[in-house]
């Protein structure tokens, strides 16, 4: 008798066959690979950190520094505050130049006429308002000059006859690092204590407490901030 032929399976029977043992393949070669982790996204490193000091005359003394210098110091309540910083912004109490700043305003506040220099200051504002804050570094403790002095001299500088006392005012207002750089030995033509953005009364402060002849000043009846 001659040899039984053995019955090719039909190609469907084949490929239901193979399936199971190919999903199985495929099962175990997901489980070998591990899925793949989420880049986690690093936090935003803030543009600006703040901080307080208690000072008890004029109260909480808000300082703000984009890391190693200072760019503003506000006063409770004061127009414009923390105007500057555009950005994120975190309390941090640990930097150096706040440590060098408190202790810059512990010696002011004991009556001592620490320099401004050694700071490292960094105001934000526009190139005028950085010419007129300069100009308001050089005023000595215990004196005082007019919005229309300032604006004088910074026409003198630019070889013109006259500025505007009004635009110098503007400048002297916005000045973000108060105490330190002296917007409060400003004052009005007629010796009024006028424009000063932390208050009138605290303008009187610290004008009494540099040693200032507050005989010729007057206080206007009406606050005008600028």
Known sequence: MGKKKKK????????QAQ????????????AEKPAKAKKKRKPRKPDFYTTLYPSVELGPLTLASDGERL???????QKYYGATLEGKVAEDD?????????????????????????????????DFRHRVWRKLITIPYGQTRTYGQLAQELADEDGNDKMSAQ?????????????????HRVVGADG????YAGGVEKKVFLLEHEGVDMSGLTVPKKGTAL
């Open 94 to 126: 640990s930097l150096p130049v706040f440590a060098q700043v408190k202790e810059w305003l512990d010696r002011y506040f004991a009556g001592e006429q620490p320099p401004i220099f050694a700071l490292p200051l960094a105001p934000i504002g526009t």
């Open 192 to 195: 009024s204590l006028t424009g």
């Open 8 to 15: 090719k399976k039909a190609p469907e029977q084949a490929d």
């Open 167 to 183: 635009a110098v005012g503007g400048a002297v207002g916005h000045n973000p690092i108060s105490i330190i750089i002296p917007c």
């Open 19 to 30: 399936a199971p043992e190919q999903g199985k393949a495929a099962a175990d070669g997901a």
């Open 71 to 77: 760019v503003g110091l506000w006063l409770p309540g």
